[in-house]
């Protein structure tokens, strides 16, 4: 963060010093809210949850050199006082990131996300000095402590932004106003708690809402595939740019393939040129997702060599997403756990089937989560999806969403042991310990709450005889 005293940090929060000798003294270290991050110069805050209060770990971070604690009640040590700390914490944010000379890109959608925010600080990183968010903290409180990291070099500062319902993009881009604004795709996920999609695109479309119009520079990156987002571009003055498969897109893809890996390769159009890339990552679905990080580069100032060069060398930063480890044995473990959503599972699947042409394909599969009246009908699409793609082996793992997804495999024509419906981790862990042959692959994917990174985990560990040992 750019070092404030904190006098001045209480006044841009409007809080209280409580037990500060010196209030000219800065912060000069990361504002945190994990007590064990708490270091030289930093400024902890103290957050309330269900288990922990954050007050009291307030003596520690203090005697390990924290300047101060952000809290809402007296704590003994050096602290500024207020009513709420989140807003507390928003405040200073928006202080901050007006005081930066960094331009703020962000970027919101139903799937992909996490992928695409990496690429985009990946190929403007390779550019200038970046700040990106860390793996998914894109909510009320991750994201304004991810723009304090913030410095006086940074040159650009993207920021992943999340709804769970009307209005939160809104209060986000209160925080932390963006100039360059991506809106990814409008899918199923969380349909559930949005109620359906045309309100969750009335919640990402707050993103292009909030930008400045198109003389001052403001700029709306739009999925040109995805008639909800195509759509987005009657709700800003800023300047809209298209990225996408289709032909009137700004920035697209042609002669899009995998190799015999599964990794994408395609032919990059800008307005200003054009390129050949190959990625590292897997799976065609990371061709949107590039497209839409190469629409930004290149609003940015990059050049299409530039772009399709970073994108190129461009990895994956955030774990248990589409993470591929091959084993001794030959065995290739694809850890795609970090959550799911039926655009993703989807995905998932077809890149699975890419990868292990020629093998034998094992898709473990749990539950998605937040698809309220959709969810068994969804579960039944991707169980029969996976019998389209001649996936080996369907794995269920789980309970009633879990029995759809093989039930839909089933009915689709997969028979005996094409698949098979387990209780839980453990016991496909148990399954796969018996049936793995050298040279397999294997997909895990669930959301979140079904932690099947566990199985992935698992797989990755051999015993001396080559078995897989699981936690």
């Given at each position: 963060?750019?070092?404030l ?37 930093s ?9 922990v209060d954050?007050?009291?770990y ?18 003994g040590?050096?602290a ?10 928003g405040?200073?944010a ?25 690429l ?9 000095p970046?700040v ?39 209060y986000l ?15 199923s ?39 909800f ?6 709700r ?13 897109a ?17 032919r ?15 799976g ?27 994108l ?9 997403r ?14 795609d756990?970090?959550n ?33 009246d ?35 495999a ?9 698949s098979?419906h387990v ?24 959301s ?5 990174e ?9 015993g ?8």
């Open positions: 963060m750019i070092a005293s904190l006098a001045e940090i209480a006044e841009v929060v409007g809080g209280q010093t409580h037990d500060i000798p010196d209030p000219s003294v800065q912060v000069t270290g990361p504002v945190v809210r994990d007590s064990r991050e708490a270091g030289p110069g400024l902890f805050v103290a957050f309330v949850g269900e288990r954050g007050h009291d307030a003596a520690a971070v203090v005697e390990a050199g924290a300047a101060a604690v952000l809290a809402s009640r007296p704590v040590v050096p500024i006082v207020v009513e709420d700390v989140q807003a507390a914490l405040a200073l928006r202080h901050v990131v007006g005081r930066l000379g960094a331009t703020l890109v962000a970027l919101t959608g139903s799937a992909g996300k996490t992928s695409t925010k990496d985009i600080a990946q190929v403007l990183g390779s550019s200038a970046t990106f968010t860390p793996g998914s903290l894109n909510n009320e409180i991750g994201l304004p402590l991810t723009a304090l990291t913030a410095t006086e070099e940074t040159k650009f500062l993207v920021l992943e932004m999340g709804a769970r319902g009307i209005g939160h993009i809104r881009t209160g925080l932390t106003p963006p100039k360059v604004g991506l809106v990814l795709n409008v899918g996920a969380h349909i559930g708690e949005f109620g359906g999609r045309e309100q969750i695109a009335q919640a990402k479309g707050e993103l292009v809402e909030s930008l400045p119009p198109a003389e001052e520079g403001g700029a709306a990156i739009l999925n040109a595939d995805d008639p987002v195509r759509a987005m571009a009657s800003t003055k800023a300047k809209v740019i298209l990225f996408g498969e289709s032909g009137e700004d920035v697209r893809a042609e002669n899009v393939r995998l190799t015999d890996s599964g990794q994408p390769s395609f990059l159009h800008t307005p200003s040129g054009a390129s050949d890339v190959t990625m590292r990552l897997y065609e679905h990371h061709v949107s997702n590039a497209l839409a990080a190469a629409a930004v580069a290149h609003e940015l100032g990059m050049s299409a060599d530039e772009i399709a060069r970073a190129s060398e461009a990895g994956s930063l955030s774990r248990w589409m993470e591929v480890t091959e084993r001794p044995d030959g065995v290739t473990v694809v850890n756990a970090y799911a959503n039926p655009e993703s599972m989807k995905a998932a699947l077809r890149a699975l089937a890419a990868m292990g042409k020629g093998r034998r394909t094992w898709a473990v599969l749990g539950k998605m989560a937040e698809l309220g959709e969810a068994l009908a969804e579960h039944d699409a991707v169980g029969r999806l996976a019998v389209r793609l001649n996936v080996s082996k369907l794995v269920a793992v789980g309970g009633r969403e879990a029995a759809w997804l093989q039930l839909g089933y009915n689709e024509g997969s028979w005996g042991e094409e098979v209780s839980d981790a453990q016991a496909a862990v148990d399954l796969l310990r018996s049936q793995l042959r050298p040279g397999d692959v294997v997909l895990v994917k669930a979140r709450s079904v932690g099947l566990r199985v992935a985990q698992a797989l990755l560990e051999t001396a005889e080559g078995e897989v040992a699981a936690r």
